[in-house]
């Protein structure tokens, strides 16, 4: 069975307004009351934590992404991702018994300003980089080196533990779509009525994913599923 499970934190929140509180550790019921019925899982998140919100850890705020007025301190958008990702990958460990694969995060392409503010992508070729020396963008290059680190901790468990190695997989995607800016529907696409005319962050298909899941397929493959 092939199904997709939307959790934009991959942990508990719930919404109040514009604002999310985000419980940095406990995973999201949304997918862990799931686990059981799959063998693999392909799991991600990253661009919802630039969302304002204020965060929790043992039901307890310990801090928000900007300032609310609360009494606490401000935190970083990336350290708390970065407890999020530890979360998840723990309890992936220790309680689901089949293949997680820890997919890295795609980069957009907005020229001339941002999602909400009238950014455009009207590239159509990829970028040519064959000795890929061309620099991520720095917020994109500080997501992944989170997720990065949080797999490089999480294999660490494993060897620690004696567990199978091929429990935990790393499908990083991240700099190959960035050498896409062409990937991506713009304005040619079904748009809701509050989002903006262009999308330059989401992938148009047949398209940039199907290289992914060709990588995926390699990763799996290795593993002897």
């Given at each position: 069975?092939?199904?997709?499970?939307?959790?934009?934190?991959?942990?508990?929140?719930?919404?109040?307004?514009?604002?999310?509180?985000?419980?940095?550790?406990?995973?999201?019921?949304?997918?862990?009351?799931?686990?059981?019925?799959?063998?693999?899982?392909?799991?991600?998140?990253?661009?919802?934590?630039?969302?304002?919100?204020?965060?929790?850890?043992?039901?307890?705020?310990?801090?928000?992404?900007?300032?609310?007025?609360?009494?606490?301190?401000?935190?970083?958008?990336?350290?708390?991702?970065?407890?999020?990702?530890?979360?998840?990958?723990?309890?992936?460990?220790?309680?689901?018994?089949?293949?997680?694969?820890?997919?890295?995060?795609?980069?957009?392409?907005f020229e001339s300003s941002s999602w909400y503010n009238g950014g455009n992508c009207n590239k159509t070729q990829p970028f040519f980089d064959p000795l890929m020396k061309e620099p991520l963008p720095w917020a994109n290059e500080r997501m992944t080196r989170v997720q990065t680190q949080a797999f490089k901790k999480a294999m660490d468990y494993i060897n620690e533990n004696s567990m199978d190695p091929k429990k935990l997989l790393l499908l990083n995607i991240t700099y190959s779509s960035f050498l896409r800016p062409d990937g991506h529907p713009g304005a040619y696409r079904i748009q809701k009525p509050d989002e903006p005319r262009n999308d330059c962050l989401h992938w148009c298909l047949p398209g940039v994913i199907d290289m992914w899941n060709e990588i995926l397929l390699e990763l799996l493959l290795g593993t002897s599923v």
């Open positions: 069975m092939l199904a997709y499970r939307r959790s934009v934190f991959l942990v508990n929140f719930t919404q109040d307004g514009n604002t999310y509180n985000i419980h940095l550790d406990i995973p999201d019921v949304m997918w862990t009351n799931l686990l059981d019925s799959y063998n693999i899982a392909i799991i991600s998140t990253g661009y919802w934590y630039f969302r304002s919100s204020v965060y929790y850890l043992n039901n307890t705020t310990v801090g928000t992404s900007s300032s609310f007025g609360l009494n606490t301190s401000v935190y970083a958008i990336y350290p708390a991702m970065q407890i999020a990702w530890d979360t998840v990958l723990r309890y992936m460990l220790k309680e689901f018994k089949g293949i997680t694969v820890m997919r890295t995060i795609t980069v957009p392409h």
